[in-house]
T-cell receptor, first 115, second 111 residues
Framework: DSGVTQTPKHLITATGQRVTLRCSPR?????VYWYQQSLDQGLQFLIQ???????AKGNILERFSAQQFPDLHSELNLSSLELGDSALYFC??????????????FGPGTRLTVT | GESVGLHLPTLSVQEGDNSIINCAYS??????FIWYKQESGKGPQFIID?????DKRQGQRVTVLLNKTVKHLSLQIAATQPGDSAVYFC??????????FGGGTRLMVKP
């Protein structure tokens, strides 16, 4: 158990809908990362938050957004869903900071199926 | 369980043999590297890491080798066991705390 929790574990929804994925980092970790893992593209970095502020952006679509709250949990919002958004979404956390630990601990993931 | 399902390169080894999984990284400025193991239906799990000022680091049954000249990373697993069957990813840190992951290699251990 990495200490990172994600809910829900599975999510099935229809095209055009909006969903919210939730992540709680390990105790004490300030950085949260979101990744998408689809069948043909491996692990793709989406976005990073550090202590409530956006730190880095990867290949995140404009239909997707995220935030990190004062209690450090994070939510990933996916809107106007398309079939191609079906994937595993992972959250990871690390101690973070410019000189902090680079090691990221991953949650169990949320399996999103768009029908 | 759920599988990653990628069309990954696959390494098939006999139980008890040693495994070597290779990875080429992209950025010569990367200063930190990690190997992750992902079992079916689970998130990636940290195995071992190495900083760019080192060539080799050993853990329990695993060794990571770093060749900065050719930007190559390898993971050696000694006495491979059925529980080692998984997809293995290398990742490099080249921008603050952001990791860039390789495509992964599927390790299959034959009993």
């Amino acid at each position: 158990d990495s200490g990172v929790t994600q809910t829900p574990k599975h999510l099935i929804t229809a095209t055009g809908q909006r969903v919210t994925l939730r992540c709680s980092p390990r105790s004490g970790d300030l950085s949260v990362y979101w990744y998408q893992q689809s069948l043909d593209q491996g692990l793709q970095f989406l976005i990073q938050y550090y202590n409530g502020e956006e730190r880095a952006k990867g290949n995140i679509l404009e239909r997707f957004s995220a935030q990190q709250f004062p209690d450090l949990h994070s939510e990933l919002n996916l809107s106007s869903l398309e079939l191609g958004d079906s994937a595993l979404y992972f959250c990871a956390s690390s101690a973070g900071g410019a000189w902090g630990s680079y090691e990221q601990y991953f949650g169990p993931g949320t399996r999103l199926t768009v029908t | 369980g759920e599988s990653v399902g990628l069309h990954l390169p696959t390494l098939s080894v006999q139980e008890g043999d040693n495994s070597i999984i290779n990875c080429a990284y992209s950025n010569s400025a990367s200063d930190y590297f990690i190997w992750y193991k992902q079992e079916s239906g689970k998130g990636p799990q940290f195995i071992i890491d190495i900083r760019s000022n080192m060539d080799k680091r050993q853990g329990q049954r695993v060794t990571v080798l770093l060749n900065k000249t050719v930007k190559h990373l390898s993971l050696q697993i000694a006495a491979t066991q059925p529980g080692d069957s998984a997809v293995y990813f290398c990742a490099e840190n080249n921008a603050g705390n952001m990791l860039t992951f390789g495509g992964g290699t599927r390790l299959m251990v034959k009993p």
